[in-house]
């Protein structure tokens, strides 16, 4: 499945997600800092960012509160200030990611329906579970802050999901 990128200094909101490779219009390790900055000063006014030099947060402006302040996505940046990794996040209001994993599965979806795709490994921390393909590698983990297995409890929802270099 190829990765629909659009204009290099544009974020699309529904972009599937392709595990080690991009996500919200973005390709892992092609884009660099400048990019996606430039990408962000585009955001409308439900949306805002804030740059750390290593990373970028992008929040969200609640429509109704103007108060509510949500983290829609972070990008991660190696130490060329390459595109190293990209988070979306689950939000309290309607500014958050769709678009989903490999065209199926987004945030809010169930974390066991992944392993459609392949090995779902539970981190050592483990809070995430990485998604490892046939090859033996992954470039996708999701998380929903719970320390808890799929064994004992198969609901548990995507709340976060990291697209990362292949490893």
Known sequence: MECAV???YEIDFSADIVPGKSIAGFTISN???DDVRKALEKLDKNYYFEDNGDYIDVFSKDKQKYTNNDIVMSFFFN????????????TNNDNQYKGKILGKYGLGDKVIDLAEFGEL???STGESFLLINSDNKYGLSVSNGLDVSLD???NQNIAVISVHCLY
């Open 6 to 8: 659009m204009s290099v």
């Open 31 to 33: 884009q660099d800092c």
């Open 79 to 90: 130490s060329d200030k390459k595109l190293n990794c990209i988070n979306v996040f689950k």
């Open 121 to 123: 490994e539970r981190t």
């Open 152 to 154: 004992e409890d198969p």
